[in-house]
């Protein structure tokens, strides 16, 4: 699924919900929460082999993190395809940098 089928079946999801979308700030939390989730099952599956099943337990958390996610874009109108499209953008120019400025510090020696 595409980020933007994700973010359009998340609202739909809410609007036919039973239970009423928590504001903003309470959507935050949400997040946080499912974040510190993801931490738990990875940290327990660092254990001892039996916990090694552990890996869909994080597969599952992840995907809780990103309808989170998701909810939050919504509440602020912000499409996450052209989100990460920016942050990709940003992040290849600041490599380039990186990378021309770590050329010029060998060529300096």
């Given at each position: ?93 600041r490599h380039k940098l990186e990378l021309t400025q770590s050329d010029a510090i060998?060529?300096?020696?």
């Amino acid at each position: 699924m595409d980020l933007e089928k994700l973010q359009q079946w998340v609202r739909e999801d809410w609007e036919h919900s039973s239970k009423k979308q928590p504001d903003r700030h309470l959507q935050l939390v949400y997040l946080i929460e499912e974040l510190g989730e993801v931490m738990e099952a990875i940290r327990m599956s660092q254990g001892d082999k039996g916990r090694k099943r552990m890996r869909s337990d994080i597969e599952g958390e992840m995907g809780d993190v990103i309808i989170a996610l998701a909810t939050i874009a919504n509440s602020y109108e912000i499409n996450l395809t052209r989100a990460i499209k920016k942050s990709k953008t940003k992040i290849i120019k600041r490599h380039k940098l990186e990378l021309t400025q770590s050329d010029a510090i060998r060529g300096a020696k």
